[in-house]
């Protein structure tokens, strides 16, 4: 049991830093939020077609397809609108 207790508290501790390790890229005031439209408009300018704008850990999330049916799937600083990560899903 004493073994388990040491164990059982490093559980926790690594539970509770989730919140803390989540993205600190995107820690930007709401009122310093480019719009999405201005997202949605320089995707589209490199070839992509919208299909969702959303947020996660305070970052812009646009997935989207381009002419060959391609997903892409970007995550956007939502101050700069800056890319910080582009999946493409190949067919």
């Known amino acids: 049991m004493t073994r388990l207790l040491p164990a059982i508290a490093l559980a926790f501790c690594a ?3 989730g ?3 989540a993205d600190q890229r995107c820690n930007v005031p709401l ?3 480019q719009p999405r439209a201005a ?3 320089q995707v589209e300018a490199q070839g992509w077609r919208v299909t ?3 947020t ?3 970052c812009y999330r646009v997935h989207g397809t381009n ?3 391609e997903r892409y799937e970007g995550t956007f600083h939502p101050g700069t609108l800056r890319v910080l990560k582009v999946e493409i899903e190949y067919d």
């Open 15 to 17: 539970l509770g830093t």
């Open 19 to 21: 919140a803390a390790m």
């Open 31 to 33: 009122a310093d939020w």
């Open 39 to 41: 997202l949605q408009q």
């Open 52 to 54: 969702r704008i959303r």
């Open 56 to 58: 996660k850990d305070g």
């Open 67 to 69: 002419d060959r049916g």
